[in-house]
């Protein structure tokens, strides 16, 4: 819960306040730690809204994105009372949901809210499941990027997914692993990929084909009263780098690679975990080890540590290397540390870790041109990046040149 009554008005999270749940009346406590979003919180076994799920900072961007008043109202029927995500002057409900929710849940709150009820998922995490199916736009510009590779699959959790996406409206989709507990969903459902567009879901939600019509996260903004400038502001971390130009340089460069795959027909994919608010917490050094996830992690092959240097912020750090004889995990998780103190993770004294990807390799692959694929990377990362004297190409294990 992210805002509370305290005074007559409604306040978000403040370090030596109890104010009242607008649902329940009762207590809540002012939590603000430096892991979990700051929020309200109800004492030990208190209830109230069975319907709430934890808040992250994926429901803080979209909620404070919208006038106070439009956020987390209590809607009260058939003698029930539930707060609704955002609420609009037009009142219509848009429910966000981050984590997993059940089928009978999902009929529950569609009746509850009835015909004017949109819901927004969050879908990083789906991001690597689900294809489009490619038109004739997307098969000229892989075409024009690489002559030689004719086909390539188009997963969401492409880094220039955005620019695929802006060559049509309407897209046929493959989703593996599809969320089944939406397939008799009756309202319109929006898929929030974290790029400048979503996915409104026409056929197919819960299944493993259908189609999703594209559209432009500024005009959901729009039409619903919400302040775009303003949650792109809060989705514009400062303290994180658009590592994006470097994975774009590797991306890009792969199909300049001149040795020959022996166990692929084109260059393996580039997997980026971006550690902002694809996941529950803000940035990678807010995540507890527990929750650290590794790309392709139980993979062998290339991994790349992206880094901001301690004592001068401005320096961008890369540590780039392959696992050959464990796994892209145990690899890194060999090289890194937790800071207690700080809560970050960190290479050494110098050098705080961002963002993490990896290339996954077959072992065969991986032992015949490891090395020389990823100095192959570096060269072009460095001869691209403009300014030079802000990228430092921190040393690894391996012999790169």
């Known amino acids: 819960m992210l805002l509370a009554h305290f005074q007559n008005r409604s306040i978000p999270p403040t370090k030596n306040i109890i104010a009242k749940c607008p649902l329940c009346s009762s207590k809540v406590n002012a939590k603000c730690g430096e892991i979990n979003i700051h929020h309200w919180a109800h004492n030990k076994n208190e209830g109230c809204d069975s319907w709430s799920e934890p808040e992250t900072y994926w429901h803080k961007s979209w909620k404070e994105s919208f006038p106070i008043h439009n956020r987390e109202v209590v809607i009260e029927k058939f003698g029930k009372k539930h707060f609704a995500d955002l609420y609009t002057k037009e009142k219509i409900v848009i429910e966000l949901q981050n984590s997993s929710i059940s089928s009978e849940t999902i009929r529950e709150r569609e009746k509850f809210y009835g015909e004017k009820l949109l819901w927004v998922i969050n879908g990083g995490k789906y991001?690597?499941?689900?294809?489009?199916?490619?038109?004739?736009?997307i098969n000229r510009i892989l075409l024009k990027r690489n002559p030689k590779n004719l086909y390539s699959e188009i997963f969401l959790s492409?880094?220039?997914i955005d620019e695929f996406l802006n060559t049509s409206?309407?897209?046929?989709?493959?989703?593996?692993?599809?969320?089944?507990?939406?397939?008799?969903?009756?309202?319109?459902?929006?898929?929030?990929?974290?790029?400048?567009?979503?996915?409104?879901?026409?056929?197919?939600?819960g299944t493993d084909y259908g189609t999703f019509k594209v559209y432009p996260k500024n005009l959901f903004f729009k039409k619903y009263k919400g302040d775009y400038f303003k949650y792109q502001k809060l989705n514009n971390q400062k303290r994180l780098f658009n590592y994006k130009e470097f994975v774009k340089i590797i991306y890009d460069t792969s199909w300049g690679f001149d040795?020959?795959?022996?166990?692929?027909?084109?260059?393996?994919?580039?997997?980026?975990?971006?550690?902002?608010?694809?996941?529950?917490k803000t940035c990678l050094h807010k995540v507890r080890w527990k929750e650290l996830l590794i790309p392709n992690g139980n993979s062998k092959g290339l991994f790349f540590l992206f880094c901001i240097n301690l004592k001068n912020p401005d320096i961008i750090g890369l540590y780039a290397d392959y696992a050959e004889n464990m796994s892209i995990r145990k690899n890194v998780l060999e090289r890194i540390e937790k800071d207690n103190v700080n809560s970050f993770y960190h290479i050494d004294n110098n050098w705080r870790i961002d963002y993490i990807a990896s290339i996954p390799l077959n072992k065969f692959d991986t032992e015949y041109f490891a090395n020389s694929l990823?100095?192959?990377?570096?060269?072009?990362?460095?001869?691209?990046?403009?300014?030079?004297?802000?990228?430092?190409?921190?040393k690894t294990t391996h012999n790169i040149g």
Do not use: A, C
């Open 127 to 137: 991001r690597e499941h689900i294809r489009i199916h490619q038109n004739e736009e």
């Open 374 to 394: 990823l100095n192959f990377y570096l060269k072009n990362i460095r001869e691209r990046i403009i300014d030079n004297n802000k990228l430092e190409i921190i």
């Open 158 to 160: 492409n880094d220039n």
């Open 169 to 205: 409206d309407e897209f046929r989709f493959s989703w593996r692993y599809p969320i089944r507990s939406w397939l008799k969903s009756k309202r319109p459902v929006f898929l929030d990929i974290n790029e400048n567009f979503m996915l409104w879901f026409t056929t197919g939600i």
């Open 259 to 280: 040795r020959e795959l022996k166990t692929y027909n084109y260059p393996p994919y580039l997997s980026l975990k971006v550690y902002n608010n694809l996941t529950k």
